[in-house]
């Protein structure tokens, strides 16, 4: 699709050029605020999955940069923002960024530190595998990718805190949605207006983080296992095991951000510039290093007849 079919198609791929949003996602984010406000007294948050950068930037306009603005902002006061992502990402300001791998046990360890042993108020995971299409799949994989998060979230967020994750909706929400409320009595999937209906995706909004009594972190998995099956876990609502029938659950929906604004799955007419023509404007921030870099210097070489040097394992 050229860039100009995709602005036409895409009003929040061109409203995030026009606003300096590295992605369209920036407005997800700021949606999922406008309805939950979690910004309220955040001090330290941490972007699990972050590149290329568009959610840390929000952090960033609406935390970090208002504060160190404001005439008595203190130099040891400002917020602290913590964003991780397999993928480097270009600097943003009042963002501390950690190069690593979400599933990755030392990731709760390296984010302790650099909130100096304090823990966060906010932790936001948008993360998202390679999407294949086959929806069993890729939600079962989102899911992992959500747990992970969880995981980082049982050793960094505070109690009382919010976590908000990006999910996949399908045969397993409710088993999921069971599992999110045995650390947060109030969960909220939420689908902002920027967040195509005919995407499968939505955002679990967690509130007030309280970790079961003498909860400790080691036992995360077996705890989760405990949801859903015959012989259930703390939480009444879903205790049962049997989430179908007389002991379905029924989770909060919520659609989220002005109703009357940009519908992300209409295509709107393109503004023209003075001389009557279109000007495309480029992407804020292409990410630094894609997964799919490789692969297009791969495909150049082989149309210019470069073969790729042989890889040898050390072994051999
Ligand atoms: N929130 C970002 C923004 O606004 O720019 C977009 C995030 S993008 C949809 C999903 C990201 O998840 C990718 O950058 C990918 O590298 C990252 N990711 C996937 N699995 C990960 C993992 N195990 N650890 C860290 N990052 C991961």
């Known amino acids: 699709m050229g860039k100009a079919s995709r602005d036409k198609r895409d009003i929040y791929y061109r409203k995030a050029k026009e606003e300096g949003w590295r992605a369209r996602s920036a407005f997800k984010l700021l949606q999922i605020d406008e309805e939950f406000n979690i910004f309220e007294a955040v001090k330290r948050v941490v972007d699990l999955c972050a590149a290329p950068g568009s959610w840390s ?21 400002l917020p602290l923002i913590v964003a991780i992502d397999l993928q480097p990402m270009a600097p943003i300001e009042g963002v501390i960024q950690v190069q690593g791998d979400i599933t990755n046990a030392r990731t709760a360890e390296v984010v302790i530190r650099h909130f100096d042993g304090c823990k966060a108020d906010l932790v936001v995971c948008d993360g998202a595998p390679d999407v294949t299409g086959l929806h069993d799949m890729d939600e079962f994989v989102q899911s992992q990718l ?8 049982t050793h960094v967020l505070k109690e009382g805190g919010k976590f908000i994750a990006k999910i996949f909706r399908g045969k397993d929400t409710s088993l999921l949605y069971c599992q999110l409320k045995l650390f947060f009595p109030v969960v909220t999937f939420a689908k902002p207006k920027s967040s195509r ?12 983080y309280s970790p ?16 859903g099956s015959p012989w259930g876990g703390e939480d009444q ?5 049997w989430l179908e029938g007389p002991n379905k659950v029924y ?7 002005d109703l009357n604004g940009y519908d992300s799955d209409r295509s709107y007419p393109l503004p023209k510039v003075a001389d009557g023509t279109y000007q495309s404007l480029d992407p804020v921030q292409p990410p630094i290093a894609p997964p799919y870099k490789r692969a297009l210097e791969m495909k150049k070489a082989s149309s210019q007849g470069i073969r790729e040097p042989e890889k040898h394992s050390l072994d051999s």
């Open 237 to 241: 609502d879903c205790s049962s095991g």
């Open 251 to 257: 989770i909060p929906f919520l659609a989220c951000g």
């Open 57 to 77: 930037q929000v952090l960033s306009r609406k935390l970090y940069l208002p504060a160190k603005l404001s005439p008595d902002s203190r130099e040891g006061d």
């Open 212 to 227: 079961p009594e003498g909860f400790n972190p080691k036992d995360l998995h077996r705890l989760l296992e405990k949801v």
């Open 146 to 153: 959500i747990l992970a998060g969880l995981t980082v979230v």
């Open 197 to 208: 209906n005919s995407s499968i995706e939505a955002f679990a909004v967690c509130e007030n």
